[in-house]
């Protein structure tokens, strides 16, 4: 007897079911290394329109984070994706490598410079440790399957890129944006140097809040100006502070021109304070018995001196349009040196510095009663001395948001010092930069107002630090004058020119004579360096415009959404200073990652997800799939248990390529495609499907909508492919004759359709794609010599043919029948948990259809029962509908579905329930079609 069994068509592939990807990915990697494929597909790419992703770099210290992680693969996906569109996508990464982070790592290391290590010797292993952090963070980056120029990554710290630093220094210089001058900046006494706004970071801290009283110089006259009284009592003006170190520095008061002031009568003084703040000061001091004596606007009091509360000098009542009444008293301490309002109300008073604080953040040593102490520390000493001498009303603590260094972590401090400054007015670069933001694509759309508002309301550029790793400000200052060098753009270059030879220690080597000659005398060399933002904000010049691959304006700038404030905002005010032009077209910013209850990742909470780890145990292209599945727009959640579904994910889309390929196993696309005229109606439908897929993929690649190409190519399948369309020809498959046009037919469409996924995967998973490619060349001599060894160069699949208008069913229509083969599935499912059938092979299902629908479906013919995998399956009129059946609307035709127990024996074969099962005595187990298909011409299908 035959074994029908054994002559099944049944799929087989040497693909692999499970990925084994932490296993198989290193050894893709080092194929594609050895076959140097970042430059094959650079070669291949020639002559194509170019699509430029500037890379903004990542900081070259640490090992990666998840957060890397998230900002390379949307980066990978986006390079990826343009290749995929035909564009030639270079893709050249960066790191930054000056700055505070590498100098205390080196410090740990060997020491500050000075001692025993020489400044020279201490760039020189800073400049060691950034190389070793590169290389790191190189390998890891490739290990996730980015593509790029990892050979010539550009780096800061390349003598060329330090040269050409320098060389935008001077181009900003020549149109008139930098001046020095001495004004409070952000201080970090924990790094002792100036930082950038995007240097600090905000944490909650606990000050000591103080009221503290400064009594008049003249009573009488202040007494006047309110026209009150004077019955004896001491009058004083109450200030609030929540830095009680900076009132050693006080040299003014300051109050609102335009609010009322009150003379308030309380336990036996009289206090001056903001009218509208009255009862809550009182309230907060604890006082309910007191009354207003009189009131006086601001600008009134304007110019009266107040005593210091502890030196014997002056304090001036100055008038400022900053004052509020949100908070203290409505007369604000005033300390120039310590705050950028105090400093510039102050200056227009005529009021000068003091220069109390040292670069440590302590208090010189001929600070009266305070000299040596940190500022941090000297809270409690400074109470003392306010309540010794009657000074101090009041003292609580106070929890407020407050900036800290992002190295150090400590608390940052304003302090004036002689910094170089890049000016937001003095040439219009504020409004320059403020029209080009306009010209900006921004994603998401609220990165626009976001840095619009950073830009309008910033104070000017400090580009100085006062360190040693770092590109230095190659400026020549006259010692008496203070004035730049009059040839300080030849001697920019000059200097340059050594950089670039030498690396930035040619500069700090220089005696200035070699440059000046006989001026050198005169001038003082500048031995500041230059805030890292600067030498990543200019990176569109000393990358873009000088590598040929590359190209200036970028495409594309794609960074957190903290960039907004750092590398995004440096980037623009470097480029329109220059050439009054934004040097990107687009920028796209991603959100951060969390974990499942939305915090931050911290080493303290235990909720760190390393990708080292995952990586070992996942592999790179699920760790992928989670990125494209997110949307970036939001903050990015990331746990274990999402990973796990991702997985999953995963496996469905893997097990879908997999089916394919086993099912075209046999299949030579030279000798076995059938023309889609000649195609069965359903794998004409399949071929559409990918067609209608893949124009929604390109559409979500297109606007950066990565979600949306998961989303997408997981629906195609897990629903369209597995659920619906392979479910339904694994009958085709498993039992028509192998050269039969019904098989043909199919694996025509699963090649088209396999050869259109890997394409569509490539940018997201981009291992699981290689492979898939590689069995691919394998299915014909055509594949073998045509096919191009890698999916990274391939453009989308342009030979997928449309439903035309002669297609037996019309996409509507095909949509039609999906819906009534839902409503007959869960006919289906009702049975099975009644008991009544154990497959949807067992079953019989009747459609009563209403004329339209009935047509559609009636031109299926005998292929309806294979459409709904039951073994019988037939379409009567709507109107014989029997009145138990339920109703149902499919593209708004009404049809009832009724379904039961099918009639016949089980063929052995193909499982179907058949009258004609045991007809044949030669083959009484067997229905008649499977043996015509195994010892006849084989059954003929329907085609389109």
């Known amino acids: 007897m035959t074994d029908y069994k054994k002559t099944l068509n049944l799929p087989k592939t040497d693909f692999p079911m499970r990925g084994n990807l932490a296993k198989r990915e290193p050894e893709m990697l080092a194929r594609w290394n050895e076959q140097d494929l970042y430059q094959h597909i650079r070669e ?344 010794s001498r009657g000074r101090l009303i009041k003292h609580e603590k106070y929890q407020h948001s407050y900036p800290y260094c992002w190295r150090t972590k400590t608390p940052i401090i304003y302090r004036a010092t002689p910094q170089w400054f890049i000016g937001m007015d003095t040439e219009g670069l504020r409004r320059d930069t403020l029209a080009e933001i306009d010209k900006v694509k921004w994603i ?6 976001r840095i619009h508002g950073m830009i309008a309301g910033r104070p000017d550029w400090c580009i100085s630090r006062q360190r040693y790793w770092g590109v230095p400000i190659t400026l020549f200052l006259h010692k008496e004058t203070g004035e730049l060098h009059p040839d300080t753009t030849a001697l920019v270059e000059r200097a340059a020119q050594r950089i670039a030879e030498q690396g930035i220690q040619a500069w700090f080597d220089l005696d200035p004579a070699e440059l000046l000659g006989d001026d050198a005398n005169d001038y003082d060399k500048v031995t500041d360096v230059l805030d890292v933002w600067f030498d990543s904000g200019t990176s569109w010049m000393h990358v873009l415009q000088q590598d040929e691959k590359l190209s200036y304006p970028a495409d594309i700038y794609l960074e957190g959404s903290d960039q907004h404030r750092g590398w995004f905002h440096s980037s623009i005010l470097t480029s329109v200073a220059i050439n009054r032009h934004a040097p990107y077209r687009q920028v796209l910013t991603h959100g951060f990652t969390v974990d499942q209850q939305g915090r931050k990742m911290s080493k303290s909470l235990g909720n760190i997800i390393a990708p080292q780890k995952l990586l070992k145990t996942l592999g790179a292209d699920i760790v992928r799939l989670w990125v494209s599945s997110t949307d970036y727009r939001g903050e990015m959640t990331v746990s274990n248990e999402i990973l796990d579904r991702m997985a999953d994910a995963y496996r469905r889309i893997r097990n879908t390529a997999r089916y394919l390929l086993s099912a075209i196993d046999d299949f030579d696309p030279d000798l076995h495609t059938v023309a889609p005229e000649d195609m069965l109606a359903l794998d ?31 629906h195609f399948c897990a629903v369209d492919m597995s659920s619906f369309y392979l479910d339904i020809i694994k009958d085709r498959q498993y039992t028509m004759p192998a050269d039969s046009l019904g098989r043909r037919s199919a694996q025509t469409a699963m090649y088209q359709i396999t050869d259109a996924l890997v394409r569509w995967i490539t940018p997201v998973l981009s291992f699981t794609a290689d492979e898939i490619w590689q069995h691919l060349r394998e299915q014909s001599e055509t594949d073998r010599s045509t096919r191009s060894p890698t999916p990274f160069t391939q453009t989308y699949l342009e030979t997928l043919p449309a439903l035309d208008d002669d297609a037996l069913l019309s996409r509507a229509d095909w949509q039609a029948v999906t819906q009534v083969r839902e409503a007959v599935s869960k006919s289906l499912e009702n049975l099975r948990s009644a008991g009544t059938i154990g497959g949807a092979l067992e079953a019989s299902v009747t459609v009563y259809a209403s004329d339209a629908l009935a047509q559609i479906l009636a031109r299926l013919g005998d292929e309806l029962r294979f459409v709904f995998i039951t073994s019988t399956a037939a379409v009567e009129s709507l109107d014989q509908k029997p009145a138990e059946a339920e109703m149902h609307s499919a593209s708004g035709l009404e049809f009832a579905v009724q379904t039961s127990k099918a009639s016949g024996e089980k063929c052995v074969r193909c499982w179907h329930l058949r009258e004609d099962v045991g007809t044949d005595s030669e083959h009484p187990d ?3 079609r499977c043996i015509s298909n195994v010892h006849g011409s084989g059954e003929q299908r329907s085609i389109a």
């Open 44 to 387: 291949h790419s020639a002559g194509r329109p170019k699509f430029i992703l500037h890379d903004g770099p990542p900081y070259a210290n640490g090992d990666i984070h998840i957060g890397h992680v998230v900002n390379k693969v949307i980066k990978d996906m986006i390079v990826k994706s343009k290749q995929l569109a035909g564009f030639d996508s270079p893709y050249v990464p960066g790191w930054d490598c000056h700055g505070l982070p590498i100098e205390n790592k080196v410090e740990g290391l060997i020491g500050k410079p000075g001692g025993n290590v020489t400044e020279a010797e201490f760039r020189a292993r800073c400049r060691e440790y950034a190389s070793e952090q590169i290389a790191n963070q190189s390998t890891e980056f490739q290990r996730l399957g980015i593509l790029g120029e990892w050979q010539a990554p550009y780096l800061t710290m390349n003598f060329a890129n330090e040269a050409n630093i320098v060389r935008a220094l001077g181009k900003i210089i020549e149109a008139g944006h930098v001046y020095k001058g001495t004004k409070p900046v952000y201080w970090s006494w924990g790094a002792h140097s100036a930082v950038a706004e995007a240097e600090i970071e905000y944490e909650d801290k606990t000050s000591t809040a103080i009221d503290v009283r400064f009594a008049p110089r003249d009573q009488a006259a202040v007494l006047n100006i309110f026209g009150a009284e004077d019955d004896g009592s001491e009058v004083n003006i109450v200030i609030w502070t929540t830095t009680p170190w900076t009132i050693p520095g006080n040299l003014a008061i300051t109050l609102h021109p335009e609010l009322q002031y009150a003379l308030v009568a309380v336990n036996g003084e009289r206090l001056i304070m903001a009218e509208a703040m009255v009862d809550d000061v009182m309230a907060r001091y604890g006082f309910s018995d007191y009354s207003t004596v009189a009131t006086a606007a601001g600008e009134s009091l304007k110019g009266q001196l107040f005593k210091h509360p502890l030196y014997e000098r002056d304090s001036l009542l100055i008038m400022g349009d900053y004052v509020t009444t949100d908070a203290g008293t409505g007369a604000v301490h005033t300390a120039p040196d310590h705050g950028v309002d105090d400093f510039y109300a102050a200056k227009a008073h005529g009021l000068g510095l003091l220069d109390y604080v040292n670069d440590h953040g302590v208090f010189r040593d001929h600070v009266e009663l305070f000299g040596g102490e940190h500022v941090m520390k000297v809270d409690a000493h400074m109470i003392e001395e306010l309540e």
């Open 444 to 449: 998401p759309d609220w990165g626009q107002s």
């Open 684 to 714: 004409r439908w399949a071929v559409d499907c990918a067609l209608r897929t893949q124009s929604t993929v390109h559409e979500a690649y297109e606007a950066y909508q990565f979600h949306t190409v998961y989303q997408t190519i997981h």
């Open 926 to 928: 067997v229905c008649g």
